[in-house]
Protein backbone atom coordinates (compact mmCIF):
# COMPACT_ATOMS: atom_id res chain seq x y z
CA UNK A 1 0.00 0.00 0.00
CA UNK A 2 1.57 3.69 -0.58
CA UNK A 3 0.10 5.15 3.08
CA UNK A 4 2.46 6.37 4.83
CA UNK A 5 5.58 6.84 2.46
CA UNK A 6 7.45 9.33 2.84
CA UNK A 7 7.14 12.23 0.47
CA UNK A 8 10.16 12.59 -1.09
CA UNK A 9 9.66 8.79 -1.88
CA UNK A 10 6.38 9.22 -2.86
CA UNK A 11 7.93 11.96 -5.19
CA UNK A 12 10.37 10.25 -6.63
CA UNK A 13 8.41 6.55 -7.88
CA UNK A 14 5.70 9.17 -9.18
CA UNK A 15 8.12 10.74 -11.25
CA UNK A 16 9.50 7.04 -12.37
CA UNK A 17 5.90 5.86 -12.96
CA UNK A 18 5.73 9.17 -15.28
CA UNK A 19 8.59 8.73 -17.20
CA UNK A 20 7.84 5.08 -17.71
CA UNK A 21 4.65 5.78 -18.75
CA UNK A 22 5.53 8.30 -21.38
CA UNK A 23 7.98 6.35 -22.63
CA UNK A 24 6.06 2.86 -22.60
CA UNK A 25 2.20 3.37 -22.28
CA UNK A 26 0.34 1.48 -19.68
CA UNK A 27 -0.25 -2.10 -21.77
CA UNK A 28 3.80 -2.58 -22.35
CA UNK A 29 4.67 -0.88 -18.49
CA UNK A 30 5.87 -3.58 -15.94
CA UNK A 31 7.35 -2.49 -12.42
CA UNK A 32 10.49 -3.49 -14.01
CA UNK A 33 10.57 -0.68 -16.61
CA UNK A 34 9.47 1.62 -13.43
CA UNK A 35 12.31 0.47 -11.18
CA UNK A 36 14.80 1.40 -14.15
CA UNK A 37 13.47 4.90 -13.74
CA UNK A 38 13.76 4.52 -10.29
CA UNK A 39 17.08 3.69 -9.96
CA UNK A 40 16.60 1.19 -7.55
CA UNK A 41 15.23 -2.44 -7.47
CA UNK A 42 12.24 -3.67 -8.42
CA UNK A 43 12.15 -5.57 -4.98
CA UNK A 44 12.36 -1.88 -3.04
CA UNK A 45 9.23 -0.83 -4.92
CA UNK A 46 7.62 -3.70 -3.79
CA UNK A 47 8.22 -2.90 -0.53
CA UNK A 48 6.01 0.63 -0.79
CA UNK A 49 3.44 -0.95 -3.51
CA UNK A 50 1.81 -4.12 -4.09
CA UNK A 51 1.42 -3.50 -7.96
CA UNK A 52 1.76 -1.71 -11.33
CA UNK A 53 -1.54 -0.42 -10.80
CA UNK A 54 -0.56 0.61 -7.18
CA UNK A 55 2.41 2.47 -8.25
CA UNK A 56 0.34 4.12 -11.12
CA UNK A 57 -2.31 5.56 -8.67
CA UNK A 58 0.77 7.11 -6.80
CA UNK A 59 1.32 8.90 -9.69
CA UNK A 60 -2.05 9.95 -10.36
CA UNK A 61 -2.29 11.46 -6.76
CA UNK A 62 0.98 13.37 -7.18
CA UNK A 63 -0.29 14.78 -10.44
CA UNK A 64 -3.77 15.97 -8.89
CA UNK A 65 -3.72 19.61 -8.91
CA UNK A 66 -0.72 20.17 -10.89
CA UNK A 67 -2.93 22.77 -13.51
CA UNK A 68 -3.64 24.83 -9.93
CA UNK A 69 -0.14 24.69 -8.64
CA UNK A 70 1.39 25.66 -12.83
CA UNK A 71 -1.23 28.37 -12.72
CA UNK A 72 -0.58 30.28 -9.43
CA UNK A 73 3.58 30.02 -10.47
CA UNK A 74 2.29 33.09 -12.75
CA UNK A 75 1.71 35.60 -10.51
CA UNK A 76 -1.49 36.90 -11.66
CA UNK A 77 -4.79 36.95 -10.91
CA UNK A 78 -6.36 38.17 -14.37
CA UNK A 79 -8.54 35.64 -15.68
CA UNK A 80 -8.34 35.78 -19.21
CA UNK A 81 -4.34 35.60 -18.62
CA UNK A 82 -4.73 32.45 -16.31
CA UNK A 83 -7.03 31.17 -18.58
CA UNK A 84 -5.30 31.17 -21.58
CA UNK A 85 -2.33 29.65 -19.67
CA UNK A 86 -4.32 26.82 -18.73
CA UNK A 87 -5.36 25.98 -22.42
CA UNK A 88 -1.45 25.77 -23.47
CA UNK A 89 -1.29 22.93 -20.84
CA UNK A 90 -4.16 21.18 -21.76
CA UNK A 91 -3.50 21.54 -25.57
CA UNK A 92 -0.17 19.87 -26.21
CA UNK A 93 1.97 19.44 -29.43
CA UNK A 94 3.48 16.10 -30.19
CA UNK A 95 6.90 17.30 -29.58
CA UNK A 96 6.22 18.33 -25.84
CA UNK A 97 7.50 17.35 -22.69
CA UNK A 98 3.98 16.21 -21.38
CA UNK A 99 2.95 14.52 -24.07
CA UNK A 100 3.99 11.25 -24.28
CA UNK A 101 2.05 11.46 -20.54
CA UNK A 102 -0.59 13.12 -21.54
CA UNK A 103 -1.27 9.82 -24.44
CA UNK A 104 -0.61 7.43 -20.98
CA UNK A 105 -3.22 8.94 -18.98
CA UNK A 106 -5.35 8.89 -21.85
CA UNK A 107 -4.88 4.76 -22.18
CA UNK A 108 -5.24 4.77 -18.42
CA UNK A 109 -8.93 6.55 -19.17
CA UNK A 110 -9.82 3.56 -21.61
CA UNK A 111 -8.95 1.46 -18.76
CA UNK A 112 -10.96 2.94 -15.72
CA UNK A 113 -14.19 1.12 -16.61
CA UNK A 114 -12.33 -1.96 -15.96
CA UNK A 115 -10.16 -0.78 -13.37
CA UNK A 116 -11.47 -0.14 -9.82
CA UNK A 117 -8.00 1.17 -8.81
CA UNK A 118 -7.07 3.37 -11.02
CA UNK A 119 -10.51 4.81 -11.68
CA UNK A 120 -10.92 6.99 -8.14
CA UNK A 121 -7.37 8.23 -8.45
CA UNK A 122 -8.56 9.26 -12.24
CA UNK A 123 -11.69 10.98 -10.94
CA UNK A 124 -9.70 13.30 -8.66
CA UNK A 125 -7.29 14.10 -11.11
CA UNK A 126 -9.41 15.19 -14.19
CA UNK A 127 -11.89 16.62 -11.13
CA UNK A 128 -9.29 18.95 -9.61
CA UNK A 129 -8.54 19.97 -13.30
CA UNK A 130 -12.06 21.08 -14.13
CA UNK A 131 -12.17 22.95 -10.43
CA UNK A 132 -9.52 24.76 -11.36
CA UNK A 133 -10.41 25.73 -14.81
CA UNK A 134 -14.52 26.48 -13.38
CA UNK A 135 -12.78 28.65 -10.85
CA UNK A 136 -10.55 30.68 -12.99
CA UNK A 137 -13.99 31.13 -15.49
CA UNK A 138 -16.53 32.03 -12.57
CA UNK A 139 -13.73 34.56 -11.12
CA UNK A 140 -14.12 36.14 -14.63
CA UNK A 141 -17.83 35.70 -14.79
CA UNK A 142 -17.85 37.59 -11.39
CA UNK A 143 -15.31 40.71 -12.06
CA UNK A 144 -17.17 41.05 -15.60
CA UNK A 145 -13.95 39.98 -17.57
CA UNK A 146 -16.07 37.36 -18.78
CA UNK A 147 -19.65 37.23 -20.22
CA UNK A 148 -22.07 35.79 -17.91
CA UNK A 149 -21.62 32.10 -19.01
CA UNK A 150 -21.65 28.87 -17.39
CA UNK A 151 -18.55 28.43 -15.56
CA UNK A 152 -18.42 24.58 -15.70
CA UNK A 153 -19.89 24.20 -18.36
CA UNK A 154 -17.35 26.32 -20.28
CA UNK A 155 -14.83 24.51 -18.03
CA UNK A 156 -16.16 20.76 -19.25
CA UNK A 157 -15.72 21.92 -22.81
CA UNK A 158 -12.28 22.97 -22.65
CA UNK A 159 -11.04 19.81 -20.63
CA UNK A 160 -12.69 17.52 -23.07
CA UNK A 161 -10.76 19.85 -26.38
CA UNK A 162 -7.60 19.38 -24.39
CA UNK A 163 -8.49 15.87 -23.07
CA UNK A 164 -9.49 15.04 -26.72
CA UNK A 165 -7.16 16.72 -28.48
CA UNK A 166 -4.33 14.01 -27.13
CA UNK A 167 -5.81 11.47 -29.33
CA UNK A 168 -5.95 13.01 -32.88
CA UNK A 169 -3.14 15.68 -32.32
CA UNK A 170 -0.59 14.14 -30.08
CA UNK A 171 -1.09 10.36 -30.89
CA UNK A 172 -1.60 10.46 -34.66
CA UNK A 173 0.20 13.09 -34.93
CA UNK A 174 -2.68 15.06 -37.84
CA UNK A 175 -1.64 18.42 -39.01
CA UNK A 176 -4.02 20.09 -36.45
CA UNK A 177 -1.93 22.01 -34.21
CA UNK A 178 -2.81 25.48 -35.50
CA UNK A 179 -6.19 24.77 -36.29
CA UNK A 180 -6.79 23.30 -32.34
CA UNK A 181 -4.67 27.09 -31.13
CA UNK A 182 -7.40 28.93 -33.91
CA UNK A 183 -10.08 27.52 -32.03
CA UNK A 184 -9.19 27.95 -28.68
CA UNK A 185 -7.56 30.86 -28.70
CA UNK A 186 -11.11 32.12 -30.22
CA UNK A 187 -13.16 30.34 -27.94
CA UNK A 188 -11.59 32.46 -24.75
CA UNK A 189 -11.99 35.33 -26.98
CA UNK A 190 -16.00 34.45 -27.48
CA UNK A 191 -15.66 34.72 -23.24
CA UNK A 192 -14.92 38.18 -22.96
CA UNK A 193 -17.31 40.49 -22.45
CA UNK A 194 -17.91 43.56 -24.55
CA UNK B 1 -4.30 -9.91 -45.18
CA UNK B 2 -7.76 -8.30 -45.19
CA UNK B 3 -8.06 -7.22 -48.87
CA UNK B 4 -10.01 -9.29 -50.96
CA UNK B 5 -12.39 -10.44 -48.89
CA UNK B 6 -15.78 -10.01 -50.09
CA UNK B 7 -18.21 -7.26 -48.08
CA UNK B 8 -20.38 -9.09 -46.26
CA UNK B 9 -17.77 -11.09 -44.70
CA UNK B 10 -15.59 -8.26 -43.93
CA UNK B 11 -19.08 -6.37 -42.12
CA UNK B 12 -19.88 -8.98 -39.96
CA UNK B 13 -16.03 -9.63 -39.52
CA UNK B 14 -16.41 -5.16 -38.43
CA UNK B 15 -19.62 -5.67 -36.48
CA UNK B 16 -17.83 -8.40 -34.52
CA UNK B 17 -14.59 -6.75 -33.96
CA UNK B 18 -17.06 -3.78 -32.50
CA UNK B 19 -18.87 -5.23 -29.92
CA UNK B 20 -15.85 -7.56 -28.37
CA UNK B 21 -13.69 -4.18 -28.19
CA UNK B 22 -16.96 -2.61 -26.11
CA UNK B 23 -17.32 -5.29 -23.86
CA UNK B 24 -13.20 -6.11 -23.22
CA UNK B 25 -11.20 -2.93 -24.36
CA UNK B 26 -8.08 -2.92 -26.91
CA UNK B 27 -5.90 -4.87 -24.40
CA UNK B 28 -8.24 -7.76 -23.14
CA UNK B 29 -9.11 -8.17 -26.71
CA UNK B 30 -8.35 -11.82 -28.13
CA UNK B 31 -9.29 -13.29 -31.07
CA UNK B 32 -11.31 -16.52 -29.40
CA UNK B 33 -13.19 -13.18 -28.14
CA UNK B 34 -13.49 -11.54 -31.98
CA UNK B 35 -15.19 -14.90 -33.24
CA UNK B 36 -17.17 -15.86 -30.11
CA UNK B 37 -19.02 -12.20 -31.68
CA UNK B 38 -18.45 -13.63 -35.64
CA UNK B 39 -19.98 -17.15 -34.33
CA UNK B 40 -17.41 -18.90 -36.64
CA UNK B 41 -14.22 -20.55 -35.34
CA UNK B 42 -10.91 -19.00 -34.81
CA UNK B 43 -9.54 -20.74 -37.29
CA UNK B 44 -12.17 -19.22 -40.11
CA UNK B 45 -10.98 -15.70 -38.73
CA UNK B 46 -7.28 -16.60 -39.35
CA UNK B 47 -8.13 -17.40 -42.63
CA UNK B 48 -8.55 -13.55 -43.71
CA UNK B 49 -6.57 -11.69 -41.02
CA UNK B 50 -3.39 -12.96 -39.54
CA UNK B 51 -3.82 -10.79 -36.85
CA UNK B 52 -5.95 -9.49 -34.07
CA UNK B 53 -4.57 -5.75 -35.18
CA UNK B 54 -5.60 -6.62 -38.80
CA UNK B 55 -8.85 -7.56 -37.64
CA UNK B 56 -9.26 -4.48 -35.74
CA UNK B 57 -7.39 -2.48 -38.63
CA UNK B 58 -10.58 -3.63 -40.95
CA UNK B 59 -12.81 -2.13 -38.19
CA UNK B 60 -11.83 0.61 -38.31
CA UNK B 61 -11.61 1.11 -41.80
CA UNK B 62 -15.50 -0.22 -41.73
CA UNK B 63 -16.37 2.52 -39.35
CA UNK B 64 -14.92 5.40 -41.70
CA UNK B 65 -16.94 7.80 -42.76
CA UNK B 66 -20.13 6.68 -40.74
CA UNK B 67 -20.46 10.24 -39.50
CA UNK B 68 -21.09 11.35 -42.70
CA UNK B 69 -23.75 8.10 -43.86
CA UNK B 70 -25.57 9.21 -40.36
CA UNK B 71 -26.41 12.43 -41.23
CA UNK B 72 -27.11 11.73 -44.81
CA UNK B 73 -29.92 9.70 -43.10
CA UNK B 74 -31.12 12.97 -41.44
CA UNK B 75 -32.57 14.31 -45.61
CA UNK B 76 -31.68 17.82 -44.43
CA UNK B 77 -29.12 20.34 -45.74
CA UNK B 78 -29.64 22.38 -42.84
CA UNK B 79 -25.87 23.35 -41.82
CA UNK B 80 -27.31 23.89 -37.88
CA UNK B 81 -29.32 21.31 -37.64
CA UNK B 82 -26.85 19.02 -39.15
CA UNK B 83 -23.54 20.07 -37.26
CA UNK B 84 -25.61 19.73 -34.07
CA UNK B 85 -26.75 16.08 -35.06
CA UNK B 86 -23.33 15.56 -35.81
CA UNK B 87 -22.34 16.46 -32.06
CA UNK B 88 -25.20 14.34 -30.78
CA UNK B 89 -22.89 11.59 -32.24
CA UNK B 90 -19.71 12.81 -31.23
CA UNK B 91 -20.82 13.67 -27.58
CA UNK B 92 -22.07 10.43 -25.81
CA UNK B 93 -23.67 9.22 -22.41
CA UNK B 94 -22.12 6.67 -20.31
CA UNK B 95 -25.36 4.60 -20.85
CA UNK B 96 -25.09 5.01 -25.03
CA UNK B 97 -25.05 2.21 -27.30
CA UNK B 98 -21.53 3.00 -28.95
CA UNK B 99 -20.55 4.32 -25.44
CA UNK B 100 -18.20 0.90 -25.40
CA UNK B 101 -17.23 1.62 -28.95
CA UNK B 102 -15.71 5.05 -28.09
CA UNK B 103 -13.85 3.98 -25.05
CA UNK B 104 -12.07 1.34 -27.30
CA UNK B 105 -11.11 3.38 -30.11
CA UNK B 106 -9.85 5.87 -27.39
CA UNK B 107 -7.43 2.83 -26.32
CA UNK B 108 -6.42 2.60 -29.68
CA UNK B 109 -5.54 6.03 -29.75
CA UNK B 110 -3.43 6.13 -26.86
CA UNK B 111 -1.53 2.94 -28.83
CA UNK B 112 -1.32 4.49 -32.15
CA UNK B 113 2.52 6.14 -31.38
CA UNK B 114 3.94 2.23 -30.63
CA UNK B 115 1.38 0.53 -33.08
CA UNK B 116 1.68 1.26 -37.06
CA UNK B 117 -1.11 -1.44 -37.76
CA UNK B 118 -3.58 0.77 -36.38
CA UNK B 119 -2.01 4.27 -36.70
CA UNK B 120 -2.99 5.12 -40.55
CA UNK B 121 -6.59 3.61 -39.99
CA UNK B 122 -7.24 5.47 -36.99
CA UNK B 123 -6.06 8.57 -38.86
CA UNK B 124 -8.32 7.66 -41.49
CA UNK B 125 -11.28 7.43 -39.18
CA UNK B 126 -10.59 10.83 -37.56
CA UNK B 127 -9.73 12.51 -40.60
CA UNK B 128 -13.14 11.41 -42.55
CA UNK B 129 -14.78 12.92 -39.39
CA UNK B 130 -12.50 16.12 -39.33
CA UNK B 131 -13.80 16.13 -42.57
CA UNK B 132 -17.79 15.64 -42.32
CA UNK B 133 -17.79 18.19 -39.92
CA UNK B 134 -15.51 21.26 -41.67
CA UNK B 135 -17.91 20.56 -44.64
CA UNK B 136 -20.52 21.60 -42.81
CA UNK B 137 -19.19 24.41 -41.47
CA UNK B 138 -17.82 25.09 -44.76
CA UNK B 139 -21.12 25.16 -46.11
CA UNK B 140 -23.23 27.26 -43.22
CA UNK B 141 -20.36 29.77 -43.55
CA UNK B 142 -21.07 30.15 -47.24
CA UNK B 143 -24.52 30.30 -46.77
CA UNK B 144 -24.66 33.06 -44.35
CA UNK B 145 -25.99 30.59 -41.96
CA UNK B 146 -22.80 30.63 -39.89
CA UNK B 147 -20.67 34.09 -39.09
CA UNK B 148 -17.57 33.38 -41.34
CA UNK B 149 -15.35 31.63 -38.38
CA UNK B 150 -12.66 29.28 -39.69
CA UNK B 151 -14.28 25.71 -40.64
CA UNK B 152 -11.47 23.62 -40.07
CA UNK B 153 -10.80 25.21 -36.96
CA UNK B 154 -13.97 24.86 -35.51
CA UNK B 155 -14.48 21.37 -36.78
CA UNK B 156 -11.72 20.20 -34.91
CA UNK B 157 -12.45 21.55 -31.79
CA UNK B 158 -15.56 20.16 -31.90
CA UNK B 159 -14.37 16.84 -32.57
CA UNK B 160 -11.73 17.12 -29.64
CA UNK B 161 -14.25 17.85 -27.49
CA UNK B 162 -16.02 15.04 -28.59
CA UNK B 163 -13.47 12.75 -28.21
CA UNK B 164 -11.78 14.52 -25.13
CA UNK B 165 -15.81 13.69 -23.24
CA UNK B 166 -15.31 10.00 -23.84
CA UNK B 167 -12.52 10.25 -20.91
CA UNK B 168 -13.89 11.85 -18.09
CA UNK B 169 -17.39 11.47 -19.39
CA UNK B 170 -18.04 8.52 -20.34
CA UNK B 171 -15.60 6.30 -19.17
CA UNK B 172 -15.56 7.40 -15.69
CA UNK B 173 -18.64 8.43 -15.64
CA UNK B 174 -18.28 12.09 -14.02
CA UNK B 175 -21.15 13.77 -13.73
CA UNK B 176 -20.30 16.76 -16.52
CA UNK B 177 -23.30 14.81 -19.25
CA UNK B 178 -25.42 17.99 -18.68
CA UNK B 179 -22.37 20.28 -18.41
CA UNK B 180 -21.01 19.27 -21.66
CA UNK B 181 -24.67 19.40 -23.28
CA UNK B 182 -24.96 23.21 -22.13
CA UNK B 183 -21.72 23.99 -23.47
CA UNK B 184 -21.97 22.39 -26.86
CA UNK B 185 -25.17 24.16 -27.96
CA UNK B 186 -23.78 27.31 -26.68
CA UNK B 187 -20.44 26.65 -28.94
CA UNK B 188 -22.99 25.91 -32.03
CA UNK B 189 -25.00 29.12 -31.09
CA UNK B 190 -22.18 31.11 -30.82
CA UNK B 191 -21.68 30.44 -34.55
CA UNK B 192 -24.81 31.03 -35.70
CA UNK B 193 -24.84 34.79 -38.02
CA UNK B 194 -26.49 37.87 -36.01
Request: proline content about 4%.
Amino acid sequence: MSDGIDPETRARVALAVRNALADHGYERLTTAKIADEYEKSEAGLYYHFDTKDEMIAAFLEFSTGRLGEALADLDTDDPERRLRAACEHLFLSPGDEAAGVHVGVMELLSHAPHNETLREPLRALEGATLETLTAIVRDGVERGVFRPVDPRATAAFLLAAGDGSTGFHVALQMDVGEDLRTAWSAYVDSLLAE
